[in-house]
């Protein structure tokens, strides 16, 4: 058949063409198409990967973090507890101690107080007594001077002992 | 009716006479498209993809998604070639639909390099991982007298592959052809009939639009019914010309049932014949491309290799 090739023939320079532009396509499919397809799909792919795995430590670290300060708060609030809790104590044995010294200064000064009050007194009568004395011999003498008699003299004596001692 | 191969446009008077059939010019136009296209595709390509781009890495990363599934993680590498392989054999069969063009899978010279060429990366896989020594001594196994079966499974792989594509692709060719042929020779006979007389015109004409017009409740037939009634009137128009004897013989049964038949051979077994000759060619190459740890075992102990 002029201008036709058969229907089942092999015509080695078609294949020849065929071949090479399959080789073409592939090469310019390859470098062209899928290999910036595939890297742009790869990175961006990447890139979320990255993003995600970024979000997933900064939340464990946040985590990590709150665990953290939940556990110091916890920690202050038991320290203050205690502080609180000793500072009362401490109030409370020193408010003890200040009454107990105060009441014990209290006994002592009233003790002297009596004490002293007791020597004074003591000491006053004392006094008294040898004035009263002195006051009788003064008078003794003036009365022996004016020459009364002796039994005169000793009724007044006794009798004025007895009256100071009276009053006294 | 005549069943011929490409035709032959012209032939360069060298090396005992180059000829540039339809296939030539095809495959030509089949390599431009595909690589205007690919480079188009892939220009321009940014982080935050427009429509385009969204579209083009759907398609590539479901390509890349099929050959790893087909030949394994290790062999995604051969990508570009199955889908080059895919499309221009998608795009070579489709391109026979414009008219002028003819497919260039309806060549065998087509077929049989693309299935010669998967046959010889496949042998040269298997000479490089194993060695050339051992890849021959496989044919005399498991014992010497399987040489030739050997030798003939190696040889059928590529000539299976190259003729069932060509056969699918040519075939439907054929097909439409004898269909066509087949029309023709009724609508002439119809016309012949019909234009004998006046009385045949006017009673094929009231059938006709009796079919077309009288409506009844049963939808399943309506379908069927216009179109005869269509058909009818057309035969009864062409056959008043011809008995006027303006128009001889018009082939009008040739619009429209063609298109059903074209549907299916060019589209439909295009695609599917594309996809049948990508996954066996992906199916022979995986086995002559191992996973990397099994290559080691192949090319220690030499007597592990296995026919696909």
Redesign the interface.
Known sequence: MEGFENFIGLNPWTALFTLCNLVITFLILRKFLFKPVKKMIDSRQKEIDDLYADAGAAKSEAEAMRSDYEQKLLEARQTSAEILRQAQSDADAKGEEILRQARSDADALRDKARSDIALEKKKALNDIKSDISQIALDIAEKVVEKEINAADQQALIEEFIRNMGDEV | MN??????YFTIPVLGG??I?Q??VS??I??VI??VA??L???N?T?RPGRMQVI??KG??MI?GLVEEAMGPYNVSW???I???F??SLLGSLIGMTGILRS?TA????T???AV?TSVICWYQNIKNIGLKAWLKGFTEPIVVMTPMNIVSEIAQPVSLAFRH?GNV?GGGVITTMVYWALSGLSVALLRLVAGSYIAVCVVLVLGGVLLLVHKKEKKVKAIRKVLGILMIALALFGFLQRLGVTQGVPFLQVGIPAVLSLYFDCFSGLIQAFVFSLLSMIYISNACPPPEERKVRGGGKKERTDP
């Open positions: 069943i011929t191969g490409p035709k032959i180059i000829n059939t296939t030539v495959s030509f089949v390599m595909l690589c690919g480079i595709l892939g220009r390509l982080r083009t890495e590539v990363s890349y990508t570009p070639y889908a080059s392989l499309m221009s260039t060549d065998l010279s087509t049989a390099t693309w060429m060509f040519a």
